[in-house]
């Protein structure tokens, strides 16, 4: 089965990406419906090793705290533009509660060294018009909405012909909940 794991945004940080999602009038992209931080992209696992995915994840101990929203970025560059994303805020706590992930799963799957904090918008096919696309996203105003991160989960995705279809395997609270 294939594994990643993330914390979702909230209703209202969902809503102002839709908002930002409207601003992208290019034809060829195919916009996120579900928009969660992936912490960690565990790929296809066994079914007999998520027990102990999630046994280890028991022991990744954080205290919550507030995300915030950023601004727009692309990957992998603005001359070859793949994925649209929102940054999120305060890097410094996502990050540590991505390496408490990482450490506990040490040995199960190889570190992640290239994190960057972020929700997907959008995966770009093909883009009719350069100049103005890129016009089109620096101009993206994205509110700088605020939410609580207080549990992050285990996540099975499968992939379908309408996108990724999410069932959450095991969610996990902050120390402080």
Request: glycine share 6%; hydrophobic share 40%; proline share 3%.
């Amino acid at each position: 089965m294939r594994l990643f794991i993330g914390f979702d945004a909230s209703s209202e940080a969902k809503e102002e990406i839709i908002q930002a999602q409207k601003s992208l009038k290019d034809s060829k992209l195919n916009l996120a419906k579900d928009f969660h931080l992936t912490l960690k992209f565990l790929g296809e696992v066994k079914e007999s090793k998520v027990d102990e995915i999630g046994k280890k994840l028991e022991d990744v101990g954080f205290e919550s705290f507030e995300a915030e929203l950023d601004s727009i970025g692309v990957f992998p560059g603005e001359d070859y533009i793949k994925v649209v994303w929102v940054g999120l805020e305060p890097k410094y706590e996502i990050t540590q509660l991505q390496k408490s992930i990482e450490n506990a799963l040490e040995g199960l799957f190889p570190k992640d060294d290239r994190f960057h904090p972020h929700i997907t918008i959008a995966r770009v096919k093909f883009i009719n018009d350069k100049k103005q696309f890129k016009d089109d996203l620096k101009a993206i105003q994205i509110r700088r909405v605020k939410f609580m991160v207080d549990r992050f989960k285990l996540i099975k995705s499968v992939l379908g012909p309408q996108g990724p279809l999410y069932e959450v395997i095991k969610e996990l609270k902050a120390r402080n909940i």
